[in-house]
């Protein structure tokens, strides 16, 4: 019995343990939704828009002020029209009383003064009535006064509000526009950077396969020879040795020409004597065949 008990109260816990945590769950997603909501409807929200229908809900409340005070004043109006009908009937009843006891007819007399009586309180009654219509139109009256004047004043602050959002809303998008913020000038600039990137790629690539097929490394699918490594390595070697007998002919043409160079330079620093000058040199072509030996000048 108590172990039964006790069971079940330890499934009324979890029960009880399980419905509060969904309903923290249902708690958060409440107020995760809420903010989404708060937040999507203050990106769409346009002060602009907020303040035009601000103006229109106030001018439809000065409205409805003009138009309960038209209808007191309807009210007050018929009221006054009893009033008047009820002073010509009791006005009307004293006379016809007057007349009565002319004739020496009392109770005709005491008839009419009893239909007097009655509608002079009625009279009293909308005296009252009209008096309290009267001070509710006042009332009114001033509240609308007051009310237009709000109004007219809201408009003059709307329209300067409006003004200024609209200045700042234009400066913002120009100041986007110049410093690439905007969500257009970001495409463009995105589209560039891209096509760049593509192209150093390209550039890249095609660098690569260049240097594949000048090593060797890349057939030439299009050519019509094939080349393999060992003639890659027979080419190689003999544009070694083609590089290997040109350095040796440069240098026999350094090593003969050195000799030339010393003479030359040391037949150039013998000077003249002073005061006589050098002869100048003749070409071997034109000079005079020296007499051989018997022959005579």
Do not use: C, W
């Not at 959002?165 to 950077?193: C, H, K, L, P, W």
Request: proline share 3%.
């Amino acid at each position: 019995m108590i172990a039964a008990r006790s069971r079940g109260l330890m499934a009324e816990k979890k029960l009880m343990k399980g419905t509060a945590a969904r309903m923290g769950v249902m708690k958060r997603v409440s107020l995760v939704f809420k903010a989404k909501a708060n937040k999507a409807l203050d990106k769409m929200e346009d002060p602009r828009e907020t303040l035009d229908y601000s103006y229109q809900r106030q001018l439809e409340l000065l409205t409805k002020v003009r138009r309960g005070v038209a209808d007191v004043a309807t009210s007050r109006k018929r009221v006054e029209l009893q009033m008047n009908q009820l002073q010509q009937q009791s006005n009307k009843l004293e006379d016809q009383a007057r007349k009565a006891l002319g004739m020496g007819r009392e109770d005709l007399a005491r008839g009419a003064l009893e239909r007097k009586a009655s509608a002079q309180g009625q009279l009293n009654d909308l005296q009252a009535q009209y008096a309290q219509l009267q001070g509710e139109e006042e009332k009114l009256t001033v509240a609308s006064q007051r009310l237009q004047s709000k109004v007219d004043a809201f408009r003059t602050r709307k329209e300067t509000i409006k003004a200024t959002y609209t200045a700042a809303e234009a400066q913002t998008r120009i100041n986007e526009a110049f410093t690439g913020i905007s969500e257009e000038m970001g495409d463009v600039g995105m589209a560039i950077q891209r096509a760049e990137d593509k192209t150093a790629q390209m550039q890249a690539r095609a660098g690569a396969i260049d240097e594949l097929m000048a090593s060797g490394a890349l057939d030439d699918a299009v050519g019509g020879d094939r080349r393999d490594d060992i003639q890659n390595e027979l080419d190689m070697m003999s544009a070694s040795s083609d590089v290997e007998s040109e350095l040796s002919r440069l240098k026999g043409e350094i090593t003969s020409g050195a000799p030339k160079q010393l003479e030359g330079g040391a037949n150039g620093n013998s000077q003249a004597p002073q005061g006589q000058t050098q002869p100048a040199s003749i070409p071997a072509a034109d000079r005079p065949a020296e007499p051989q030996d018997g022959e005579g000048p």
